[in-house]
């Protein structure tokens, strides 16, 4: 079965620019099962996301902005002295939240990138940030993200790993992503690749896959990425050498706040 692209024949892949214009936009709301009122959760005498969005303006490569659910964020970030986008608490998921920010920064289009970071990871190196910006320098990239190498035995196996399965040649470091699983693949001998959720969208495919229903694969393995590659777009994966620390738990938050202590 051939898929169809989620551009229109008049969008030809080839003539987009590598010179783009990216902003970086951060989803957070206070709801959470596990920790509620995460966002605001303190590290180091500074909210989680007020720490989050610093380490997205540390990455240099365009403005960062709090896609908040929840006027408590927004005013944490903003007397941090960073913006914030009020959005509909109810939205679905982080990237409707990231689309809905965007058309209140952007309603002239200036910026073609868009740069999704996770709201509770607090450690996240900013070069992570131009790493994954880096992949749509490709013109067959609609989508970038990150991924690392499956080290500990149990994560081959946990359903909370996210396996991607890329079309990497040996010794290189970027990838074409296939699919991804909750299950343990491909099959056969290789390595085994944990996603990462940070994404790097080109403005169009991020529009193309918030207007699009829920793919019955998607559903089935609770994973959205599956949307994109069901509607034709190409997400490609920067190999990184560990993943980020990020807070789910109250034993999550407990071991970063102790990480920042340390190097205070």
Known sequence: MILQSAFPPCHPRTLIST??????????RMASTRLPGKPLAGIGGEAMIVRVWRNAQKAGIGPAYVAAGD???????????GQAVMTDPDLASGSDRVWAALQQIDRDEKFDAVINLQGDEPLL??????????????????????????????????PRIVKAVLEIAPGRTRGRALYFTRNLAPSGEGPHYGHI?????????????????????????????????????????????????????????????KIVGARS
Not at 71 to 81: L, Q, W, Y
Not at 129 to 158: S, Y
Request: net charge neutral; charged share 30%; hydrophobic share 45%.
């Open 125 to 158: 190196d900013p070069a992570l940030v131009k790493t994954v910006f880096g992949l749509l320098r490709n013109p067959e990239t609609d989508i970038g993200t990150l991924a690392c190498e499956i080290r500990e035995a149990e994560e081959r196996t946990a």
């Open 19 to 28: 010179h783009m214009n990216p902003v970086i936009i951060i989803p957070a």
């Open 71 to 81: 006027r408590a964020i927004a005013a944490a970030v903003e007397k941090a002295g």
């Open 197 to 257: 959720g940070i994404y790097a969208w080109r403005r169009a495919a991020l529009q193309a896959f918030v207007q699009a229903p829920k793919s019955a694969l998607e559903t089935r393995e609770k994973l959205e990425q599956l949307r994109a590659l069901v509607l034709g777009l190409r997400i490609d994966a920067a190999l990184v050498s560990a993943r980020p620390l990020g807070v789910d738990t109250p034993e999550d938050l407990e071991r970063v706040r």
